[in-house]
């Protein structure tokens, strides 16, 4: 069974950054899309950030895009995400999750498109 942990969450001030690390364990994780939501209190999951198993394609949230980067390292099994410029409403929960397909696909953005997901890193931002 696949397991998704991520690491990096934290309190931070606006303006400041965070990397966010989403460990797999397994030896299939090249090949599949790989991606990040978050979940605010109140709010539902969302979308934030893919990346397709080679890292050719990457798709952001129009709300981080320009902010945010994800990457991926295949040699570790780990994706990332490096989040800059933070605003008090990036707080949440974020998470890592598998994309439910193998191989070369397009990207996914949404929550139903993912079967394997990690418990989450609070991410706070405070003004």
């Known amino acids: 069974q696949v397991q998704l942990v991520e690491s990096g969450g934290g309190l931070v001030q606006a303006g400041g950054s965070l990397r966010l690390s989403c460990a797999a364990s397994?030896?299939?994780?090249?090949?599949?899309?790989m991606a990040w939501f978050r979940q605010a209190p109140g709010k539902e999951r969302e979308f934030v950030a893919a990346?397709?198993?080679?890292?050719?394609?990457?798709r952001y949230a129009d709300s981080v895009k320009g902010r945010f980067f994800i990457s991926r390292d295949n040699a570790e099994n780990t994706v990332y995400l490096q989040m800059n410029s933070l605003k008090p409403e990036d707080t949440a929960v974020y998470y890592c999750a598998r994309d439910r397909r193998m191989g070369p696909i397009a990207i996914d953005t949404s929550m139903t498109g993912y079967d394997v997901w990690g418990q989450g890193t609070q991410v706070t931002v405070s003004s």
């Open positions: 397994g030896r299939t994780f090249r090949e599949y899309c």
């Open positions: 990346i397709t198993r080679t890292g050719s394609d990457k």
